[in-house]
């Protein structure tokens, strides 16, 4: 059964911090990610990570926010930190064989409040 289960969203103040996680199973996990969206927007990316750990971060999180993954236990993580209001959205995964071939989580909220 192919299964993308997150976890880790919530209410933070702005400046601090939360940790995502998305456990996979039934599904390649050569390709990792996340994404983000607001209502409305479209779901943008956000970071991803190779098996080998190569990574990759748009702009605008780079220096707040570090992607990880645990190869033997199939999950890929999101630390983010110094959180701002405009991060609020509804946090998705991804994993699948390509960027082009993925599965999605079914989202987590994050909430910042000012």
């Known amino acids: 059964q192919v299964q993308l289960v997150e976890s880790g969203g919530g209410l933070v103040q702005a400046g601090g911090s939360l940790r995502l996680s998305c456990a996979a199973s039934?599904?390649?996990?050569?390709?990792m990610g996340w994404y983000r969206q607001v209502p409305g927007q479209q779901r943008e990316f956000l970071a991803t990570i190779t098996r080998e750990g190569s990574t990759y971060y748009k702009d605008s999180v780079k220096g707040r926010f570090t992607i990880s993954r645990d190869n033997a236990k199939n999950t890929v993580y999101l630390q983010m930190n110094n959180l701002k209001p405009e991060d609020t959205a509804v946090y998705f995964c991804a994993a699948g064989p390509t960027y082009l071939q993925v599965t999605w989580g079914q989202g987590t909220q994050v909430t910042v409040s000012s």
């Open positions: 039934g599904i390649s996990t050569t390709f």
